[in-house]
């Protein structure tokens, strides 16, 4: 087993920034692909962003191209998701997961293990 927590969520105002932290522990991190997935309330859990074992290929949904860089350190243990020019749009419940197979970054159904998640608000 895998287990996965997320930090770094809150309230921010349009325009700030917040950094999401996921730390992992039970199981070798560098061997999984991270993903980020965000649920807003009344809405389908969504793809984020995701990150490959060695960090050296990263994959994003179009609305936050430019906006979100993904990455992570494998010496902690910890991938990490940095959001800048937040919008209220991205409210949600932020989702960290670890995929070993990594075949389908975007399909929340191929991950093998998920964070409790983090609750990010963007007021306008």
């Known amino acids: 087993q895998m287990q996965l927590v997320e930090s770094g969520g809150g309230l921010v105002q349009a325009g700030g920034s917040l950094r999401l932290s996921c730390a992992a522990s039970g199981r070798t991190f560098s061997r999984y692909l991270i993903g980020w997935f965000r649920q807003a309330p009344g809405k389908e859990r969504e793809f984020v962003a995701a990150?490959?074992?060695?960090?050296?290929?990263?994959y994003y949904t179009d609305s936050v191209k430019g906006r979100f860089t993904i990455s992570r350190d494998n010496a902690k243990n910890t991938g990490y998701l940095q959001m800048n020019s937040l919008k209220p749009e991205d409210t949600a419940v932020y989702y960290c997961?670890?995929?070993?197979?990594?075949?389908?970054?975007?399909?929340?159904?191929?991950?093998?293990?998920w964070g409790q998640g983090t609750q990010v608000t963007v007021s306008s």
């Open positions: 990150i490959n074992w060695t960090g050296g290929r990263t």
């Open positions: 997961a670890a995929d070993e197979l990594g075949y389908a970054p975007g399909t929340s159904e191929d991950y093998d293990y």
